[in-house]
């Protein structure tokens, strides 16, 4: 049982680059989301999902891209990196009955 | 709206020290309350939790009780070790819907020998 894991650990786009952050869990959870890490703002909520097939916007969810083809999976896609989304990014995921989340280790990204 | 308030860090004790964090939150409804715990190089995983006023959650030593007539959800520890050094977050959730989770900016704990 390996709980949430994600690709890479680290990374380092350019301006105007484009990528995927990846995101698995094996618990069979309906509920995952993605948070940025930022000094002194706590979490914040990029996009989350309730299940297969349905995704939904956070807080902060301008220049983000998700989709949700299995229970497992929930990448992010950054579409045209900007400095503004150097972050570290953590992916999340929760069951129905509970509030409790999993996080998994996150993705420090830089983008210059 | 809903929102968390922790106190600033970052904050240094010495071995064996009570330690305090303060935390403070504004929701409608009946929030859940929530402490995670971030060490070096790792992602959050829950400390402990709290559900309704007047509970107490607790785990690994710490302890945080929920009040309603303050807003508080104050954590505690009574003797940190130098493995409790991290960044601690508080933070609500109203209902069971992920968009609903807040959580404060973080506490960083330094524990020295």
């Known amino acids: 049982n390996a709980g949430v894991t994600q690709t890479p650990k680290f990374q380092v786009l350019k301006t105007g680059q484009s990528m995927t952050l990846q995101c698995a869990q094996d618990m069979n959870h309906e509920y995952m989301s993605w948070y940025r890490q930022d000094p002194g703002m706590g979490l914040r909520l990029i996009h989350y999902s309730v299940g297969a097939g349905i995704t939904d916007q956070g807080e902060v969810p301008n220049g983000y891209n998700v989709s949700r083809s299995t229970t497992e999976d929930f990448p992010l896609r950054l579409l045209s990196a900007a400095p503004s989304q150097t972050s570290v990014y953590f992916c999340?995921?929760?069951?129905?009955?509970?509030?409790?989340?999993?996080f998994g280790p996150g993705t420090r990204l830089t983008v210059l | 709206g809903n929102s968390v308030t922790q106190m600033e860090g970052p904050v240094t004790l010495s071995e064996e020290a009570f330690l305090t964090i303060n935390c403070t939150y504004t929701a409608t409804g009946y929030p859940s309350l929530f402490w995670y715990v971030q060490y070096p190089g790792e992602g959050l995983q829950l400390l402990l939790k709290a559900t309704k006023a007047d509970d107490k959650g607790s785990n690994k030593g710490f302890e945080a009780t929920y009040r309603k007539e303050t807003t508080s959800f104050h954590l505690e520890k009574g003797s940190v070790q130098v493995s409790d050094s991290a960044v601690y977050f508080c933070a609500l959730s109203v209902g069971t819907s992920y968009d609903k989770v807040i959580f404060g900016p973080g506490t960083s704990l330094s524990v020295i020998p």
């Open positions: 999340a995921s929760s069951s129905w009955t509970s509030t409790e989340q999993f």
